[in-house]
């Protein structure tokens, strides 16, 4: 049966065999059964965990961040990690979120043996880890290729993987483990596995080694600091919520991250959302709901997969709770939280003050009160007993909840003068829930400075 499929084997040849055993009218059977197996037999086989690897080189990129000042928690510090090719047309890069930054940024990217090339940030998201990067497609070599996604579903347990990057000095190197679960830790759904991750590894694929498919991209590891014998295991985003961003940004929708209008709690070992507080009396949503659907679509796993429901939907969605044993439908509205490549704040003296950003500020910030982001190293504020993290109560005893009334407010002030600012900060002592801080820093000159434009521009 074999010698059906060698490339010698002509129709002629086969036919006589075949009709040496069975006649003439089973010819063409003989020649139907060469068709049919010949396909089988030419079937690629599975490539090998090496030529896997080896391909990894052709999409995986090498990201630099350069920049000084932190938004949202950035640690406003210069780094080099991952990222890797997904859309060629559209010279579209993945990689994490910690890694392209919320803040005023230079970014850089180059694939193996090529220079650095200018890369701009088309969408950060604010819930899961990943950032979309945007190249000139005209910079991408012939020889790269593009990363094949795994996108419709989660990698299965004890799956081998490989984690390809950049980490410490290295380059493009590889670590090898097996996908030991899938987890929900708070606030979103991970991949764990035991492929090791170091500085650098940041925005890298996680690679089934079966398939070549990417499952998830590197973000973070973990070692229990209080167990001397412990090892890191590495926490990667999966790529099936990932897609659905990609998608959406493709198709032109907003992509952004959605809430409902309510706070979730979570059993011990029972992650679906249960309504803990509602922030909107008129929803119709109850203390103690569960969540079960989003527009007809059940089984709601956990708040992450709820998130990739809620995600894309700019009207009014359905939700389906379990309440008291029955199920309940309500229309509800979304909150989208703003895009982060969009925001930007206000510099005063080395003090970066922005609106509000948490995920959860509409549970806790009611006053609206403008946010401390940052405070510049070296600078007059570095000084003082203003900390990120503190909410801006007054500006010489005046409320600002708009970041541009602030500025024209800064802006008409002498040159010369002192400003007095009153902070609201976490108490110091137990018995207390806050405490107040009055800073005063001269007015300088106060500046706008913007998420989406470079490092110090």
Request: aromatic fraction near 6%; proline fraction near 5%.
């Amino acid at each position: 049966m074999r010698r059906l499929c060698c490339p010698d084997c002509s129709a002629r040849g086969t036919s006589s065999v075949w009709g040496s055993v069975l006649g003439v009218n089973v010819k063409k059977l003989g020649l139907a059964v060469a068709l049919v197996l010949c396909p089988l037999q030419a079937q690629a086989r599975a490539p090998s965990a090496d030529e896997i690897l080896d391909q990894a080189n052709h999409y995986t990129v090498k990201v630099r961040r350069v920049g000084s000042i932190g938004f949202n928690e950035d640690e406003g510090t210069s780094a080099h990690a991952t990222g890797f090719l997904v859309d060629r047309a559209r010279g579209w890069i993945l990689t994490n979120a910690h890694v392209a930054s919320r803040s005023p940024v230079t970014l850089t990217v180059s694939f193996k043996g090529q220079r650095y090339i200018t890369a701009r940030r088309v969408f950060v998201d604010r819930l899961t880890d990943v950032a979309v990067l945007e190249i000139d497609p005209k910079d991408i070599p012939s020889d790269a290729v593009t990363a094949e996604l795994q996108c419709n579903a989660m990698p299965r347990v004890g799956t081998p993987v490989a984690i390809f990057g950049h980490p410490g000095s290295l380059s493009y190197t590889a670590t090898r483990g097996i996908i030991s679960s899938i987890s929900w830790v708070f606030p979103t759904e991970i991949i764990q596995s035991d492929a090791t991750v170091n500085g650098g590894n940041s925005g890298g694929p996680l690679i089934d080694l079966s398939t070549g498919k990417i499952v998830g991209i590197a973000a973070a590891s973990f070692r229990d600091t209080n167990d001397d014998h412990s090892t890191a295991v590495s926490f990667s985003e999966p790529m099936p919520p990932v897609c659905q961003i990609i998608d959406l940004l493709k198709a032109g929708r907003d992509a952004r991250y959605r809430q409902l209008p309510a706070a979730y709690a979570t059993a011990e070992d029972d992650d679906r959302p249960i309504v803990a507080t509602v922030f909107d009396p008129t929803s119709g949503l109850e203390i103690g709901d569960r969540i079960v659907a989003v527009n007809g679509r059940g089984d709601v796993r956990n708040t992450s997969d709820l998130a990739s429901r809620l995600r894309g939907n700019e009207g009014m969605v359905n939700v389906t709770v379990e309440r008291e044993g029955r199920e309940v439908v309500l229309s509800l509205a979304t909150r989208v939280m703003p895009e982060i490549t969009q925001t930007k704040s206000i510099e005063l003296s080395g003090l970066v003050i922005s609106n509000q950003w948490k995920l959860d500020s509409a549970e806790f910030q009611h006053e609206g009160y403008l946010f401390i982001d940052f405070t510049r190293p070296g600078s007059e504020a570095e000084m003082t007993e203003a900390y990120p993290g503190q909410h801006l109560v007054a500006v010489n005893n005046r409320t600002f909840t708009d970041l541009d009334q602030l500025y024209n407010y800064l802006q008409n002030l002498p040159a010369e003068s002192d400003i007095d600012l009153i902070l609201k900060a976490a108490a110091s002592e137990q018995p207390f829930y806050r405490q107040y801080h009055l800073v005063t820093l001269p007015r300088g000159e106060p500046r706008w400075l913007e998420a989406a434009r470079p490092a110090d521009d």
